[in-house]
């Protein structure tokens, strides 16, 4: 099982809002589409950044997560729980493809973009279409990913601030 201190900041801070989200929905459990949609949300964040370099439109990820999301049944009345929303089977099998991607990438935490990956590479049906529709292509996502993060590895809870730092902190002299 994954060591949620292994997680980084932004893993972690997604699966809150993935799990936020899910209470927003009134839905049960925490599914994939949660947690991708967490991870788009922010357009100055990684993934958003890395759909962009591959061509593909983040807002309209987002919409097509947001739709299917509308389609999940919603629990409320008695019965329920207040703020209590458990990890869907589907989701947790991503996070251990996630794992398992961190690790093939000798990385000593579960980034985001481990995340994204571990969704794409088991989607649940809902997801699949979504990426489909979308034009997805992970060898794709990891060529913008290798010109944004390089051969650096993650070995802190907070790499995904050192990518691309020549953009985000340099000056072009030219």
Known sequence: MMNTNQFTQKTMAAIQRAQAIA??????QVDQEHLALA?????????????DKMGLHADLLRRDI?????RIA????????????????????ALQAAWSRAQQMKDEYLSV?????GIASCPNRSMKDILQK?????????????????AARVTSDTPED????????????V
């Open 113 to 117: 973009e481990h995340v994204w990956l």
């Open 74 to 93: 919603r629990v409320s009345g008695p019965g329920r729980e207040a703020d209590k929303v458990y990890i869907s089977p589907e989701l947790d099998k």
């Open 134 to 150: 979308n034009g997805w292509k992970e060898n794709e996502f990891l060529k913008a990913l290798s010109t944004v993060r390089g």
């Open 23 to 28: 209470i927003e929905y009134g839905h049960m």
């Open 39 to 51: 991870l788009l949300e922010d357009g100055n964040e990684l993934i958003p950044q890395l759909m």
């Open 162 to 173: 050192s990518y691309d730092s020549l953009k985000k902190y340099g000056q072009d002299l």
């Open 66 to 70: 947001t739709e299917a999301l509308g």
